[in-house]
């Protein structure tokens, strides 16, 4: 009878592994050298976007494919819009995408970016002369295509999160 206990120990370290956690396990070599990273990109939600401030063309065109349209993602503090398909072009050298983010509450912007399906370096440039409200434009440099996601807060508002795919133009 002594075997009971121990196995059920044993039974429940195993599924208090990093599996169960709920913490993705890192992808393996061969999943990223033959493309098998599943990159699953941020979608639009079912929900009228809260309207948004009047602001001249934020270019985003010139980081997505021709023809693919732009939706806006959003929580109560914050808004961007991304590209339906989930994807981000950039040219040779990383030269990056700028986004304009719509604060909707008042404070300071803050950005931050990483890549998810190998080690790798994101720079996050914040434009500072756009005050404390409204549009702040920023601009994301990421060095290689891959799978990356991108977190914008406010101060005291919720973080907003996205995922993208990013290829070269």
Known sequence: MRFAPVLLVALVFAACGSSASGTPAAPSASSIATGAFD????????????????????????????????????????????PMNGTFLVGPGGDGVKLGWIRLKDGPLGVSAQRL??????????ADNYGNTGLQVTGIRFLAAGCYSVTGSVAGGAPLTFVARVAAR
């Open 39 to 82: 990159c699953s990109f941020t979608k639009p939600r079912n929900v009228t976007p809260p309207p948004l401030p009047a602001t001249r063309a934020d270019q985003n065109e010139a980081f997505t494919a021709t023809g693919v349209p732009l939706f806006v993602h959003f929580n109560e503090s914050l808004a961007v819009r991304l």
């Open 117 to 126: 399906d190998v080690p790798g370096t994101v720079r996050v440039d914040i």
